[in-house]
T-cell receptor, first 115, second 112 residues
Framework: NAGVMQNPRHLVRRRGQEARLRCSPMKGHSHVYWYRQLPEEGLKFMVYLQKENIIDESGMPKERFSAEFPKEGPSILRIQQVVRGDSAAYFC?????????????FGQGTRLTVV | AQSVTQPDIHITVSEGASLELRCNYSYGATPYLFWYVQSPGQGLQLLLKYFSGDTLVQGIKGFEAEFKRSQSSFNLRKPSVHWSDAAEYFCAVGARGFKTIFGAGTRLFVKA
């Protein structure tokens, strides 16, 4: 059973471009969480999704950021018109039920660099 | 407001020495508490968790943590540190069913 797969591992974008980050949850997991880690900081919750539904996006910036978890395929975190401040590591986690009641497993992250 | 504080940004211990990493939390109800470890360039791995019951929790890799409600603390301990334990450690509290709030982390250095 493969773990949570995130790709790409590293992504470089110029200011104003779009960034698409993908997360394939573990098999059998229908709950996905996205976190952002800025340098020298802990992880900050962004959004919680179940299949085809956004459950809580209270940690997402109101503009330029969006997330989806379609019926088929990976969850996508999309950042439009990236700016230097978006440079961070973005982690995805998945769980079979609603965390923290069940353990969430983390992917290795996507490190986004905006130049 | 819910929060997690890890007072030590960096800690250096000698290999074979004991380790204690501090964690204090602020949460209105009985918390779900976690310790994660992150090696450079890697994701987070769960070391242990506390939901209820025995306040001394055993985890993987020889780690344990003790929940002390009176002190709002959940300190991580290991009796003898190995060089491979060098990493960043995050304390976290589970909030509102799914939002996990992380501390800023403590980076552990192990010297020979």
């Amino acid at each position: 059973n493969a773990g949570v797969m995130q790709n790409p591992r590293h992504l470089v974008r110029r200011r104003g471009q779009e960034a698409r980050l993908r997360c394939s949850p573990m098999k059998g997991h229908s709950h996905v969480y996205w976190y952002r880690q800025l340098p020298e900081e802990g992880l900050k919750f962004m959004v919680y999704l179940q299949k085809e539904n956004i459950i809580d996006e209270s940690g997402m910036p109101k503009e330029r950021f969006s997330a989806e978890f379609p019926k088929e395929g990976p969850s996508i975190l999309r950042i439009q018109q990236v700016v230097r401040g978006d440079s961070a590591a973005y982690f995805c986690a998945s769980s079979p039920g609603q965390a923290p009641n069940t353990e969430a497993f983390f992917g290795q992250g996507t490190r986004l660099t905006v130049v | 407001a819910q929060s997690v504080t890890q007072p030590d940004i960096h800690i250096t211990v000698s290999e074979g020495a004991s380790l204690e990493l501090r964690c204090n939390y602020s949460y209105g109800a009985t918390p779900y508490l976690f310790w994660y470890v992150q090696s450079p360039g890697q994701g987070l791995q769960l070391l242990l968790k506390y939901f209820s019951g025995d306040t001394l929790v055993q985890g993987i890799k020889g780690f344990e943590a003790e929940f002390k409600r009176s002190q709002s603390s959940f300190n991580l301990r290991k009796p003898s540190v190995h060089w491979s334990d060098a990493a960043e450690y995050f304390c976290a509290v589970g909030a509102r069913g799914f939002k996990t709030i992380f501390g800023a982390g403590t980076r552990l250095f192990v010297k020979a």
